[in-house]
């Protein structure tokens, strides 16, 4: 199947109110012009790259805004197709980009007439894709035990949320999916999960809480795979705990919580058969730790070398990444 990435810009002209740890490196660029990080430029070039050369096509969804900044570093070319048209027309829309950053990126998948494999560009997968991942109605990246801020109860719901009813059926304890990686087989389950998200991203103005916003990404879409009871797989059997302690095996004893949990009779195969990465599981800890960004950042650059992809970082923003690159291999 091909890969689609996706890169809605109009969040970013609003940025003074994205919610949410990742975002503090974007609320903090300066100017009024469309701009990303540096790691993030990289990142999204490793993961079209890698995903073209372990797997095969991919496509680009952005808008104008989005194709004129990727095209100074000639990263269009990367795409085996680029369309700008689609979002620019869904730019024009009453949706909060700010409240409902990854509305664009549903969008788009509402817009596919065939399966396909959907990436978050900060998704790198490093091998081809084993065939069963490809089987059934839908593959997500894991499970995630619903805990901490961006969650919810029902009465938390009918609290805070005036338009529109908590839907029928949905159960707040039952597991979330991670939708940074979707491969999908079942069109039906796409359009009944696009439906879904339409619904509820259209507010008519009034105020939601922050946790909505995950809701109406993977939140909802558990909800249609199990009201639905559609067959989902996943790349790896491990479940990801939010809110954790970020703890270790060494401090197990003292019922310290860990990220990752492998549930019993897990497969533990599915480590050994597909690497890949989530650059958004670090993205808290690069607001946190500067040093530690700045050797990702430099572990970006040098993978989009030795995959070949140096051309596209030609850009002058990335002439110390050169310098030091160079002089490390001389």
């Not at 795409?79 to 620019?88: A, H, T």
């Not at 039952?174 to 509820?200: G, I, M, R």
């Not at 946790?211 to 491990?238: C, M, P, S």
Request: with cysteine; net charge negative.
């Amino acid at each position: 199947m091909n890969g689609i990435h996706v890169n809605w810009t109009k969040p970013f002209f609003h940025r003074e109110r994205l919610r949410g740890h990742g975002f503090r490196s974007t609320r903090e660029l300066p100017g009024k012009c469309y701009d990303q990080p540096n790691y993030q430029i990289l990142y999204t070039i490793l993961s079209a790259g890698m995903w073209k050369y372990h797997n095969g096509p991919i496509k680009l969804y952005t808008d104008s805004i989005g194709f004129n900044f990727y095209q100074q570093f000639g990263i269009n070319d990367l795409y085996d197709e680029v369309n700008i048209s689609f979002l620019d027309g869904y730019s024009k829309t009453k949706v909060d980009p700010a409240y409902f950053w990854t509305s664009g990126k549903i969008k788009v998948l509402a817009n596919q007439k065939e399966p396909f494999i959907f990436m978050d560009q900060d998704m790198i997968i490093r091998q081809p894709i084993p065939d069963y991942i490809l089987e059934g109605d839908i593959t997500v990246t894991h499970w995630e035990i619903p805990r901490g801020y961006y969650y919810f109860e029902q009465h938390d719901w009918e609290n805070e949320v005036d338009h529109i009813a908590f839907p029928k059926n949905y159960n707040c304890n039952d597991l979330c999916p991670n939708t940074s990686f979707l491969a999908v087989n079942n069109l039906e389950l796409n359009q009944k999960y696009t439906k879904w998200h339409k619904k509820l991203v259209e507010t008519n103005g009034n105020h939601v809480p922050e946790w909505f916003w995950l809701l109406t990404d993977q939140g909802i879409l558990g909800h249609v795979i199990r009201e639905g009871d559609y067959k989902a797989n996943t790349l790896t059997d491990r479940v990801f705990l939010a809110n954790s302690n970020y703890s270790s095996k060494e401090y197990r004893y003292k019922g310290k919580s860990e990220q990752w949990y492998l549930p019993l009779g897990a497969d533990q195969k599915k480590d050994e058969d597909l690497i890949w990465e989530h650059v958004w599981f670090n993205k808290i800890h690069f607001n946190m730790f500067p040093e530690f960004l700045e050797q990702e950042t430099r572990r970006y650059f040098r993978e989009c070398i030795e995959l070949g992809l140096g051309k596209y970082l030609q850009h002058s923003r990335f002439k110390t990444y050169w310098d030091e690159y160079n002089d490390t291999n001389n």
